[in-house]
């Protein structure tokens, strides 16, 4: 009966496994994963692979690297890159235990076969293609058993152009088009709503906490509401449901408009002349 080793749970050996599953490509980017020695023998040659291992160069490397071959599995366009850590489906891409409990199931690949090697025996590399259909069974099979097939639904029917990088990318673009109802080839790769939230007069949309100074809330408060009263009713409905944290689809549901670029661009018009207010001040 062949031998059974004993772990630590909370130890990245558990981990190990994959990082000799990665895919030369991969394998580059990762400075620490790269140096391990493929082989039991080399592994156990000196201390300082155990503490490598331990590591959190180690870890973060891994991380990043099961989740860019984990993310294109759940069926959203472009790279992990593309995306920010916002991103639903980019946080679950970052479920290493469950691609280490995975690849084992699937493959038998696992600590346990690791140890049993000849100390000399080098791991070589697997084939890309192999590793690739690999994960992409493994995603699969998580999305039934974990139940995450409803709320990958949900964010494929609304996803949010915050949860990308502005970034020059097809992907980008195509999501662009798609969100702004356009068909246009030039398409600009800014995050509108970090465009919105930032700038010198965010103190229309987000006023100071009052807990925090309670002079500069009655101060900004009296300004912003001085300002209102010289914009249009519907312009004022627009502040007053983005100060109480709507999002530009919810305001055009609450207004009627028909999709939210129409906001976007109400919310354009009040910027700048709050801005003229700001200055004539």
């Not at 558990?14 to 020695?37: H, M």
């Not at 259909?133 to 709320?151: C, D, H, T, Y």
């Not at 990318?169 to 995050?191: C, E, G, I, M, P």
């Not at 809330?217 to 509401?225: A, C, P």
């Amino acid at each position: 009966m062949p031998s059974v080793y004993k772990f630590p749970y909370d130890t990245n050996l558990r981990y190990l496994p994959l990082v000799y599953l990665l895919p030369p490509d991969l394998l580059a980017g990762c400075p620490t994963l790269r140096k391990l020695p493929r082989s039991m023998g080399g592994l156990n040659a000196s201390p300082e692979w155990a503490e490598a291992i331990q590591s959190d160069a180690f870890l973060k490397e891994i991380m990043d690297a099961a989740a860019a071959l984990a993310f294109p599995h759940f069926g959203f366009g472009g790279w992990k890159e593309h995306y920010t850590g916002y991103f639903p489906v980019w946080r679950l891409s970052y479920s290493l235990p469950l691609w280490a409990k995975g690849v084992e199931r699937e493959t038998g690949w696992g600590l346990q076969a690791m140890f049993r090697l000849p100390p000399d025996f080098e791991i070589p590399f697997f084939d890309p293609e192999y590793v690739r259909a690999l994960f992409e069974a493994v995603v699969k099979q998580a999305i039934e058993e974990q139940g995450w097939r409803p709320m990958l639904e949900a964010v494929r029917e609304m996803p949010c152009d915050e949860d990308f990088e502005p970034w020059d990318t097809n992907a980008r673009k195509d999501f662009l088009r798609k969100w702004y109802h356009t068909r246009s080839k030039k398409v600009q790769t800014v995050s509108l709503e970090e465009l919105m939230e930032s700038g010198e007069d965010d103190s229309i949309f987000y006023l100071p906490d009052p807990s925090q100074n309670v002079e500069d809330y009655v101060i900004t408060k009296d300004f912003v509401e001085r300002f209102l009263t010289t914009l249009p009713e519907r312009d004022r409905q627009i502040v007053q449901l983005r100060q109480d944290g709507y999002t530009y689809v919810e305001i055009a549901d609450a207004l009627g408009y028909g999709n939210h670029s129409g906001v976007i661009k109400r919310i354009e018009a009040v910027k700048k002349k709050y801005r003229d207010y700001q200055r004539k001040a």
